[in-house]
């Protein structure tokens, strides 16, 4: 069974300054770590995909040269 909290006992209740500042630093911390992690994955795609989009025009290329290559008789 639950009962009410009493009053007087919360009421001189204040948070702690420092407890704060250091969560802020935790929490600011991981969210930097985050955008880092977020930034690098983006660099690290966007490389991927050139490499990707590179061989598949070399590919195209060489497709292209063999069609247009004269036939030997």
């Known amino acids: 069974m639950l009962h009410k909290a009493d009053k007087d006992v919360d009421s001189g209740w204040q948070s702690s300054t420092r407890g704060e500042r250091a969560w802020k630093e935790a929490t600011d911390?991981?969210?930097?770590?985050?955008?880092?992690a977020r930034k690098a994955g983006r660099l690290e795609r966007e490389?991927?995909?050139k490499?990707?989009?590179?061989?598949?025009?070399s590919a195209a290329a060489k497709r292209d040269v063999k069609l247009?290559?004269?036939r030997k008789p």
């Open 29 to 36: 911390l991981v969210a930097s770590r985050n955008a880092d």
């Open 47 to 49: 490389d991927y995909e």
């Open 51 to 57: 490499g990707r989009e590179e061989a598949r025009r």
């Open 68 to 70: 247009i290559k004269p």
